[in-house]
């Protein structure tokens, strides 16, 4: 018997609850909120970037990051009605959305004027503004299948059952032995003591006296 290994079905892992959403869309919307403001105040002073950029103000980051928890959460929400396995398939379109959202930034970097308020953005901008969304989907993703995952039973000690096993064979083992030695004392107990070798009664004589 395979030991360590999860009997319940791959649907079971899927399931999810969804009254928690709310609590794991505040968490993940402050941790990536958080995150990101992080990495714009490290990035401003360790980095030649400047803070007053449109993307690297104070607000910009932590309004996306609150918007992009809350996008997640309604197609979390949403797979969970109407797929089989919403986990996956999550996990999946947000790796497909991460990777789409640094498209944006590969055409700012290669226009020769780049839209209104990011004039004047360079590599390190832009890196920067990927790193973000990193930080986001980092945050935001594993926060919520976590949160919202219903809480596993506890599992049965695969040591216990192995104990239990062996606590039944030993009594069974003692059982047939008393069967046995409780069978041997009654044969003893009936056998007639008074029988001769031959297997036949003897009677005594007593003599007659005159």
């Given amino acids: 018997m395979p030991v360590g290994t999860s009997s319940a079905p791959l649907v079971d892992r899927e399931q999810l609850v969804l009254s928690r959403?709310?609590?794991a869309l505040a968490i993940a919307?402050?941790?990536a909120a958080?995150?990101?403001?992080?990495?714009?105040?490290?990035?401003?002073?360790?980095?030649?970037v400047d803070p007053a950029l449109l993307p690297l103000r104070l607000m910009p980051p932590i309004v996306v990051s609150v918007l992009a928890a809350v996008?997640?959460?309604?197609?979390?929400?949403?797979?969970?009605?109407?797929?089989s396995r919403p986990v996956h398939t999550f996990t999946v379109v947000a790796v497909v959305v991460l990777v789409a959202s640094?498209?944006?930034?590969?055409?700012?970097?290669?226009?020769?004027e780049p839209p209104a308020g990011l004039s004047g953005i360079d590599v390190p901008t832009l890196t920067v503004l990927g790193l973000m969304h990193v930080v986001a989907f980092a945050t935001i993703v594993p926060t919520l299948i976590r949160l919202t995952r219903p809480?596993?039973?506890?599992?049965?000690?695969?040591?216990?059952?192995?104990?239990?096993e062996t606590i039944s064979a030993e009594a069974g083992t003692t059982e047939a032995g008393t069967a046995?030695?409780?069978?041997?004392?009654?044969?003893?107990?009936?056998e007639p003591n008074d029988?001769?070798?031959?297997?036949?009664?003897?009677?005594?004589?007593?003599?007659?006296?005159?």
């Fill in 34 to 48: 958080l995150g990101n403001s992080l990495l714009r105040l490290g990035a401003t002073l360790v980095i030649d």
């Fill in 195 to 210: 029988q001769s070798p031959g297997g036949h009664r003897t009677a005594e004589t007593t003599p007659a006296r005159d």
């Fill in 29 to 31: 919307g402050l941790l």
């Fill in 21 to 23: 959403m709310p609590f």
């Fill in 102 to 112: 640094f498209i944006p930034l590969a055409v700012i970097g290669l226009v020769d």
């Fill in 180 to 190: 046995v030695g409780g069978d041997t004392t009654v044969e003893q107990a009936v």
């Fill in 71 to 83: 996008g997640a959460a309604l197609v979390l929400s949403a797979l969970h009605r109407w797929n």
């Fill in 151 to 164: 809480t596993p039973a506890p599992d049965r000690p695969a040591s216990a059952d192995t104990d239990a």
